[in-house]
């Protein structure tokens, strides 16, 4: 291993993870996911020398979200169908099986509310609230002012509490 690559893997390594879990909720397909993971590390690695941002975090980031953005779109031109597919729960040998059932119940019906968000909102709330990025990097990734992450995030947390207890506005 040469020493760019040394430095670029000590660089991005620490990301990975959080690329993958943005990826995932972008494409929502775990096959994709991946692809679109592979190729934000090339583009990373091809310009990582250029890299001069604040947040390692946030630039590798906003490379996974372009990468995956391009990915819809080219699907969505080669086949305007649904191109949502469902990921597959992964196994926690930890808790007994009452309590994983329980939590997975919530944790289903979490995503399930998440997936029935628009992209934008389910996007802000992933960097946010799972990924823990702070307003200024989710600016950064999204291209747009603290403002708009602020109140996307606050519009996108109001859509998912309606959509987890119901909209109490739809109730006589």
Request: aromatic share 6%.
């Amino acid at each position: 291993m040469d020493d760019d690559s040394r430095e670029f893997e000590q660089f991005a390594r620490p990301h990975a993870a959080a690329a993958l879990r943005l990826a995932r909720t972008l494409v929502r397909n775990e096959a994709d996911a991946q692809d679109v993971l592979q190729d934000s590390f090339l583009r990373a690695f091809r310009h990582f020398r250029g890299f001069s941002g604040e947040s390692p975090r946030a630039w590798l980031l906003s490379i996974v979200r372009n990468v995956s953005f391009t990915l819809w779109r080219k699907r969505e031109r080669d086949d305007p169908g649904d191109l949502e597919t469902t990921l597959d729960a992964e196994s926690d040998p930890g808790p007994s099986a009452e309590a994983r059932l329980l939590e997975a119940c919530d944790a289903a019906q979490i995503h399930a509310a998440l997936d029935r968000l628009p992209g934008l909102h389910r996007e802000v709330l992933v960097l946010r609230e799972m990924e823990e990025c702070s307003y200024r990097e989710i600016a950064e990734i999204l291209g747009v002012p603290i403002g708009t992450v602020m109140s996307r995030l606050s519009r996108a947390r109001a859509q998912l509490v309606r959509e987890l207890v119901g909209d109490p506005r739809s109730k006589n």
